[in-house]
């Protein structure tokens, strides 16, 4: 039976792109999926619509000739230079926007559900209180995360509609699109100092290496939110949202040269951003060496988010009691899981 029609911002993106493709499989839900550009591989079964959310006749233009949406969910992000710190003004009206072009639209908007993450604790900041819980742990710094709930908080008290947001940390997946992805990063990483016969140096801060990681692959992710944004038992809530697990850096290093045959080499604080910059000619090497499909370094690496990612020496654990007593049970094998990932990307030609 269906449950409605899911109005996806953001359906091309890291957590969009894994939401269409559960929903549209599942067979329960209609799929939207609105962005500006239009998807370079296609989901079957999600009607893609082209509009930019930063305008809103444009947005309230896409959504009019759809059937009425009844759940919105927000994955969109306004883009943003890799720097850790993302536009308040500008995602508070992608968002805005998207909530009263649909409202407006349809008579039958039941539900809000956004994506936020561990910027709501301010993970990309500096050490903050262990682990966080969702409503006690605000960052004193305000951010995208804050003024979007904060938004669809007041707005639902006078709309039929309610909310909901689940908070992952750092993601696992194979997006073979997206650069900005820490395994295929890393991995690109590892196999560079392994073409020029280096040890995998660790180039974040030893604090980086050794503090205690959570991560949220998307398959947890994505399942929590449909739990989320679909029992009533959760609205007017937000859930923190990883594998539930805990794991250090270290332990992702020491797996990785061997992996690519290196030694693990040492703590040797550097910016990946100035050190791979130069690589491309390496790459173009281990790309004919190994017959990997023709993509630059750019387009399997970010070396400035890999940077924002390691530099952090503190803790990152978000706490799951809410989760835990709301049913909500996603969990997963943070460290099998990224070296699994890794491997579907070798199998795919992309990293050797
Ligand atoms: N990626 C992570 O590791 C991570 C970790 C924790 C939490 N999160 C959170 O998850 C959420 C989604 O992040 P993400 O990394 O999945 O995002 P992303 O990969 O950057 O994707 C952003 C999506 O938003 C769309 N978009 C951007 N500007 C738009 C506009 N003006 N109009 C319409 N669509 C627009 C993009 O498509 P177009 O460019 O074609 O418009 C794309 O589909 C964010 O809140 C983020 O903080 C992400």
């Known amino acids: 039976m269906k449950i409605g029609t899911a109005f996806v911002a953001g359906p091309t993106g890291a957590v969009g792109t894994a939401l269409v493709t559960r929903l549209a499989a599942s067979g ?16 079957k079964g999600v009607a893609y619509l082209q509009c930019d959310l930063l305008d809103p006749l444009a947005c309230a233009g896409a959504v009019a000739p759809h059937p009425p ?3 919105i969910f927000y994955c969109a ?3 943003h230079s890799d720097q850790p710190v993302e536009s308040t003004a500008e995602n508070l009206r992608l968002l805005a926007n998207a909530v009263d072009a649909v409202g407006r639209a349809s008579g039958e908007l039941r539900h809000v559900h956004l994506v936020q993450g561990g910027k709501y604790y301010g993970v990309h900041l500096g050490p903050f209180p262990t682990p966080a819980r969702e409503g006690r742990d605000r960052c004193a710094v305000p951010n995208f995360n804050h003024a979007q709930q904060d938004f669809l908080s007041e707005r639902s008290r006078s709309a039929a509609w309610s909310w909901s947001a689940c908070r992952p940390n750092t993601l696992l997946h194979y997006s073979p699109d997206i650069g900005r992805n820490i395994v295929s990063t890393l991995g690109a990483y590892a196999a560079v100092c392994a073409q020029l016969g280096r040890a995998l140096d660790f180039p974040g801060p030893a604090g980086a290496y050794r503090s205690l990681k959570q991560v949220t692959t998307l398959d947890v992710l994505t399942r929590t939110m449909e739990k989320i944004a679909t029992d009533p038992n959760c609205a007017g809530n937000a859930f923190n949202v ?6 250090r850096w270290k332990a ?24 791979m910059a130069r690589r491309g000619e390496v790459w173009r090497r281990i790309r004919r060496r190994h017959r990997l499909r023709p993509a630059g370094l750019g387009e399997v690496a970010n070396w400035a988010f890999a940077d924002a990612t390691l530099e952090r020496y503190w803790d990152e654990i978000l706490c799951h009691d809410r989760a835990r007593r709301h049913g909500l049970d996603g969990r997963d094998d943070s460290v099998e899981r ?15």
């Open 77 to 79: 992000r306004a883009t």
């Open 252 to 275: 992702v290093w020491e797996r990785l040269a061997r992996t690519y045959g290196v030694d693990t080499g040492t703590v040797r604080p550097r910016l990946l951003a100035d050190d």
């Open 338 to 352: 990224f070296f699994r990932i890794l491997e579907t990307y070798r199998e795919a030609r992309i990293l050797p």
């Open 242 to 247: 990883t594998n539930t697990d805990v794991f």
């Open 28 to 43: 329960r839900w209609t799929v939207l999926g609105v962005s500006r550009k239009s998807p370079r591989r296609p989901v």
């Open 69 to 71: 949406v009844t759940h």
